[in-house]
């Protein structure tokens, strides 16, 4: 049986922070580059980081501009050509969700992904990809967010976590090795499941 692995978008096959930066700075009085966005930042309540963050989330537009990041698509490839049942779930909401499946037909990943998993606003984002992993038996996850990456090691996941400023300190010492990118982490993958 293969094994059902999780892929991430946004962060793993998506390079949506640099445009999110873009937008945020341009709507708020902030001045903030790629590299000084944090956990902290990207967990705080009430903020104006927030409030944009949100603004360009509800907008379709905007993220479907958003580009793959370099060599992501030879990434999904590896992985399918290893033998995984390669599962999108992402903690985009409903608007998304069509957005969601035209960037993935327009980039050429979809032609690879044996299933996507929307994310219905009744769950928060690592609620979501721990329920989903745990229905469909995933042993390993390529992620890059801090909340979901803990929760998936807790429940006995490994993560390929894909990494970034904002999951520099998360709180684990197994189950998961860290990667410059998707593309690393595939190939990591792929010489282990071979």
Not at 20 to 40: A, G, H, Y
Not at 53 to 69: E, Q
Not at 146 to 153: G, L, P
Request: hydrophobic letters at 40%.
């Amino acid at each position: 049986m293969k094994e059902r692995v999780i892929v991430d978008i946004d962060g793993v096959l998506c390079n949506m922070q640099p445009k999110l930066t873009t937008f945020v700075n341009e709507e708020t009085d902030l001045k903030l580059s790629v590299k000084s966005i944090t956990r902290e930042l990207m967990e705080s309540k009430g903020t104006s980081y927030e409030e944009a963050t949100k603004r360009f989330l509800n907008n379709p537009t905007l993220v479907f501009a958003c580009p793959p990041y370099k060599r992501a698509l030879e990434g999904i490839k590896i992985l399918k050509d290893s033998g995984a049942k390669i599962h999108v779930i992402s903690s985009r909401k409903e608007l998304l969700h069509q957005v969601t499946h035209d960037w993935l037909e327009k980039h050429g990943f979809a032609q690879f992904i044996d299933e996507i998993h929307p994310r219905s606003s009744e769950f928060k984002g690592y609620e979501f990809k721990l329920y989903i992993a745990q229905k469909i038996g995933s042993k390993a996850a390529f992620d890059d967010t801090a909340e979901v990456i803990e929760k998936f090691t807790q429940n006995g996941i490994f993560v390929y976590v894909i990494d970034q400023l904002w999951n520099r300190d998360i709180d684990i010492v197994s189950n998961f090795k860290r990667f410059k990118s998707f593309f690393n982490a595939s190939l990591n993958y792929s010489k282990t499941h071979a």
